[in-house]
């Protein structure tokens, strides 16, 4: 059974941190973060291929975020930097068994499984 779990969210001021995990069980998968705020669309953030060697950024965060993994590679980190109020949503990490570029899966179609979102808030 495939499991996708999120955490680390919270309330942060502008220009601060925040570090997301994502814990993603019962497969290999690739990974992908999306956020989505209040009456918008689900949007791409980033994405890692299985082995963490391939990375991908929306062009909103590149520079800011890093998408990383650890040694087990059954955990997803989204580091973020130098947060502004726009970035305030509620981000999903979600996996995909599918094999491919990491450039190619950027749409919430192409991703089967799904975590239940974590909040985060950037007061300016």
């Known amino acids: 059974q495939v499991q996708v779990v999120e955490s680390g969210g919270g309330l942060v001021q502008a220009g601060g941190s925040l570090r997301l995990s994502c814990a993603a069980s019962g497969g290999t998968f690739q990974v992908g973060w999306f956020r989505q705020a209040p009456g918008k669309e689900r949007d791409f953030v980033a994405a890692?291929?299985?082995?963490?060697?391939?990375?991908y950024y929306a062009d909103s965060v590149k520079g800011r975020f890093t998408i990383s993994r650890d040694g087990a590679r059954n955990t997803v980190y989204l580091q973020m930097n130098s947060l502004k109020a726009e970035d305030t949503a509620v981000y999903y990490c979600?996996?995909?068994?599918?094999?491919?570029?990491?450039?190619?899966?950027?749409?919430?179609?192409?991703?089967?499984?799904w975590g239940q979102g974590t909040q985060v808030t950037v007061s300016s």
């Open positions: 890692i291929s299985r082995s963490g060697g391939s990375t």
């Open positions: 979600a996996a995909t068994p599918v094999y491919g570029p990491i450039a190619s899966i950027t749409t919430t179609r192409d991703y089967r499984y």
